[in-house]
C-alpha cells in the first residue's frame, strides 16, 4: 500500500517551492486494512488523517512479491532482475554489489540459484536523488534506518 501527503512547504502562492512527499510503503498490507480504505476491523486513526490531507493510489503493480525486490524497484525505477536484486538478500549483513549464478547444481537440481546483490549499484540514480531528499529513509520495524542516498 502507497499513501502520499503532498503539500506546499512554503505559505507564498508566488515562490515555487518542493512538495513535501510522504510515501509509505508497508510489506504483507491487505489493500483493505486500514480506515481510509474500508477497514472497519483495524483502527489506522494516523492513516485515515494522512489520507484526508494528500493523494491515495489504489492502483499499483508490485515488481516482485518479495521486499527487498520491490523495494529496490521503488528506488531506482528498474525492474529487480535488471539490477540484480531478485531475493530478500536486502537485510542481510554480507554486501554483494555483484550478481553471479551458482556454477554447478546438484544432479537432482532443476535449475541454478543467483546469489542475489544485496546493495543498489552506488553508480545508479535513486529517486531519493532525484527528488533531492537527502533526508528520506527506509526505516525498518528493528529500528535500523537505511539511507536510499547511499544505496542501503
Not at 554483494?96 to 552506488?122: C, E, H
Request: some cysteine.
Amino acid at each position: 500500500m502507497a499513501c502520499t501527503g503532498i503539500g506546499s512547504n512554503s505559505s507564498s502562492a508566488a515562490t515555487p517551492s518542493k512538495p513535501n512527499i510522504v510515501f509509505i510503503l508497508a510489506d504483507d498490507l491487505g489493500w483493505r486494512d486500514v480506515g481510509c480504505l474500508g477497514s472497519t476491523y483495524f483502527k489506522t486513526l494516523n492513516m485515515d488523517a494522512l489520507s484526508k490531507r494528500g493523494m491515495i493510489f489504489t492502483q499499483a503493480y508490485a515488481t516482485n512479491p518479495l521486499c527487498s525486490p520491490s523495494r529496490a524497484s521503488i528506488m531506482s525505477g528498474q525492474y529487480p532482475a535488471r539490477i540484480g536484486m531478485t531475493q530478500a538478500a536486502g537485510h542481510l549483513p554480507n554486501v554483494i554489489i555483484q550478481q553471479s549464478v551458482q556454477a554447478r547444481g546438484k544432479p537432482d537440481q532443476k535449475s541454478l540459484a543467483d546469489n542475489s546483490v544485496t546493495w543498489l549499484p552506488t553508480n545508479l540514480v535513486t529517486l531519493a536523488e532525484i527528488v533531492g531528499a537527502p533526508l528520506l529513509t527506509n526505516q525498518i520495524m528493528d529500528g535500523r534506518s537505511f539511507l536510499p542516498v547511499l544505496k542501503g
